[in-house]
């Protein structure tokens, strides 16, 4: 397969967490042991989907169309149907109801597992696709041998050793267990998730991921949850993150891995914030040097909703200024 016959389609996730009538559902599902500040503040946003659908527009003009999957909401930038028509005519909103179709008794989920999981189940979704959170965005020119070569999957990350077999994670294992903080053990985490596929497979080492966009092809996920349903099953029965479940993503490379269907690319590419606690000098620098470093194309801004208001400003500033 030729890589420029390729078609793809970009697919996100979103929630707007301030909207009161999710909130409200939200709260009536929350259980007593979990923190309900905790799992509301999970779904907060600032509206930075805008910008991340901006940026796969303006750097990654290959795409055909792209996907938003929400919970029958709909982005402020979409809302006036005949503007969004006009300006974002290959923008569609899913519902979690299309792609549950036969899994309504999941629903809701207030969990981004399950909704990852049946992502390949949107209608008319291309083979090959691309799967973002709302706060990744593309920093620079993309071209499809980016993210797909003659229809080989570009996996970034490395191979990496399981926690069990790095001897500081033992130690921190054996802390844990010594102070009975079975809670953190058993805790979901996105490496943990990656781990957990990855030994289900039979891998002895796995590769790790970081927050970058995913290059995903929908047969593989088909293929695969019609021989083991109940491994689908196993991640979108929890409406709330737990340590059984396994990173999607993680799944999805580690079978291409297996078939010697894809292409490993070590450099992430990426520039990740989440801690907005630094200066604002040091943030403004950070920006121009991502912006002047041609080797980084993802831009990766997690917990922007914690970010102090002055920085904040200024970062949608400077996302309005680079995508609008």
């Known amino acids: 397969m030729k890589t420029k016959s390729i078609i793809i389609d970009v697919v996100f996730t979103w929630v707007d967490g301030k909207d009161e009538k999710y909130r409200d559902k939200l709260l009536n599902y929350i259980p ?9 503040r999970a779904l907060s946003q600032v509206h930075e989907i805008e910008y991340a659908v901006k940026s796969i527009i303006k750097h990654a003009k290959f795409v055909r169309n792209i996907f938003i999957v929400t ?38 989920t207030f969990n981004c597992l399950p909704i ?30 980016d993210f797909f070569i003659d229809g080989k999957p570009v996996i970034r990350g490395e191979w990496t ?6 001897w500081y994670k033992k130690v921190q294992s054996g802390f844990y267990n010594l102070i009975r903080k079975e809670d953190k053990i058993k805790k979901w985490g996105f490496k943990k998730g990656q781990q957990t596929i990855a030994k289900t497979l039979g891998f002895k080492k796995y590769v790790r991921l970081d927050h970058t966009i995913a290059p995903l ?10 021989k083991f349903p109940e491994l689908l099953d196993v991640n ?15 799944l999805a490379n580690h079978l291409e891995i297996q078939k010697n269907n894809y292409i490993l690319k070590e450099d992430y590419q990426l520039v ?28 990766c801004m997690q917990g922007l909703d914690l970010c102090p208001q002055e920085k904040l400003i200024y970062i949608k500033n400077w996302l309005s200024n680079k995508y609008d």
């Open 272 to 299: 990740y914030f989440q801690n907005y606690n630094k200066p604002l000098w040091w943030l403004k620098n950070r920006l121009k040097k991502a912006e002047k470093d041609k080797s980084k194309l993802f831009l």
């Open 217 to 226: 092809k929908k047969s593989t996920y088909d293929n695969f949850y019609k």
């Open 32 to 40: 007593k042991e979990k923190s309900k500040n905790n799992e509301v």
């Open 116 to 145: 990852e999981s049946l992502l390949y189940k949107i209608p008319e979704l291309s083979e090959h696709f691309l799967y973002a959170n709302d706060d990744f965005f593309l920093l620079r020119e993309a071209k499809i041998s």
């Open 161 to 166: 050793s399981f926690y069990e077999d790095i």
């Open 236 to 250: 979108i029965k929890h409406k709330f993150r737990h340590h059984e479940q396994y990173t999607n993503q993680s």
């Open 71 to 108: 919970a029958d909401q709909i982005p402020d930038f979409l809302k006036d149907k005949e503007e969004a028509s006009k300006k974002y005519p290959n923008v569609f909103v899913i519902s979690h109801d299309v792609i549950f179709e036969g899994y309504h008794q999941y629903l809701p």
